[in-house]
């Protein structure tokens, strides 16, 4: 098991991205209401998953592991479990895929 770092900066983005052998389009946006999520689309840009919160201390994909990812994502803030902030997503809070 590698994780390999998905690459965020604290500025709302859209990407496309190899997870577990597959392409994915990933949007990850700020709410004031419940900070950093993800919506994950096929390459097709059929969505997936969306508003995904970016929490800590679990396995982001745990509750979806019928779609089959091949691995889990996990969002980790240097020395504590807080949640990634506006302004720490990319530096102190980073987001991880490790594959199965």
């Known amino acids: 098991m590698t994780p390999i770092k998905i690459p965020l900066l604290n500025i709302p983005q859209k990407f496309t991205i190899s997870l577990g052998g597959n392409n994915y389009n990933v949007v990850c946006k700020w709410n004031e209401k419940q900070g950093w999520t993800l919506d994950i ?14 929490t800590t201390g679990r396995d982001l994909l745990e509750p979806h592991a019928n779609l089959s990812f091949g691995g889990k994502l996990f969002a980790l803030t240097d020395g504590n479990m807080d949640i990634p902030t506006l302004d720490n997503l990319g530096t102190d809070s980073n987001l991880y895929f490790v594959t199965a």
């Open 41 to 54: 689309a096929d390459v097709n840009y059929v969505n997936i998953l969306c508003g995904i919160p970016l």
